[in-house]
């Protein structure tokens, strides 16, 4: 079960941010149905302690719905956060959440929507462990996980390295993690540097010749080619 969402090895909540993306055939949603947004836990469960491939597998289409509906949510919020905190000029990236005020109010909503809290469990003769338990669904307490990390990320200096990706048709953000990185992933930077290549291109052959500037008198001075 794949999901046809890009993963960059971004934090998850921009990876969540990310399950709005694009291609030639225009811009997409991850999480459109019960399949796809299970899938998309899927790709991600590894990378929380909160959810196991098994405990998705017996999720009920209306417990995917739930979900679902509070992934988008959430991903919208964060979109419209990761607009202002980055200054996006791009109109195809704009999110269903238009106010910064409910942008916030859904974050802190869906951190606090499910409890969960860490255990300690040490065995004589064993390491101790550090567990997370919930009151709730694990995949709910993952999306709240996600949104707790959300709120790290905008609440600290992280912020400031958020990126929206300018390639040409991209909608995705990613945190600039080295000081060359430019676009979100090397397609990204291929299709960038291949348009500033055909603009130059363009600038260079849709210029007149010197001969031809001459012949129209571009060249000479304004007295002159007045005669």
């Known amino acids: 079960m794949d999901t046809n969402a890009p993963l960059l090895g971004?934090?998850?909540?921009?990876?969540?941010?990310?399950?709005?993306?694009?291609?030639?055939?225009?811009?997409?949603?991850?999480?459109?149905?019960?399949?796809s947004t299970r899938a998309w836990l899927h790709a991600v469960s590894s990378r929380t302690d909160?959810?196991?491939?098994?405990?998705?597998?017996t999720l009920t289409v209306p417990d995917l719905d739930g979900l679902a509906g509070r992934l988008v949510g959430l991903r919208d919020a964060l979109r419209r956060l990761a607009a202002e905190a980055t200054e996006d000029p791009r109109p195809a990236a704009a999110s269903d959440t238009r106010g910064l005020h409910a942008a916030v109010t859904a974050l802190n909503r869906a951190?606090?929507?499910t409890p969960r809290w860490s255990t300690l469990s040490w065995t004589p003769g064993?390491?101790?462990?550090?567990?997370?338990?919930t009151s709730g669904q694990t995949a709910s307490a993952a999306v709240s996980a996600i949104a707790e990390?959300?709120?790290?990320?905008?609440?600290?200096?992280t912020r400031r390295q958020l990126r929206a990706c300018l390639a040409?048709?991209?909608?995705?953000?990613f945190v600039k993690n080295h000081p060359r990185r430019e676009w979100?992933?090397?397609?990204?930077?291929?299709?960038?540097?291949?348009?500033?290549?055909?603009?130059?291109?363009?600038?260079t052959t849709d210029r007149p010749s010197p001969r031809e500037r001459?012949?129209?008198?571009?060249?000479l001075p304004p007295a002159v080619a007045s005669r």
């Open 10 to 35: 971004e934090p998850l909540p921009v990876e969540l941010m990310n399950t709005i993306w694009a291609d030639r055939d225009g811009v997409h949603d991850a999480l459109h149905d019960p399949d």
């Open 50 to 57: 909160l959810m196991t491939p098994g405990d998705l597998d």
């Open 111 to 113: 951190s606090g929507d």
């Open 126 to 133: 064993q390491e101790p462990s550090r567990r997370t338990r």
């Open 149 to 157: 990390d959300a709120v790290s990320l905008f609440g600290e200096d």
């Open 168 to 173: 040409p048709g991209c909608v995705l953000y």
């Open 184 to 203: 979100c992933s090397a397609g990204c930077g291929n299709r960038a540097r291949s348009a500033r290549h055909y603009q130059r291109h363009r600038h």
């Open 214 to 219: 001459a012949e129209s008198g571009d060249d």
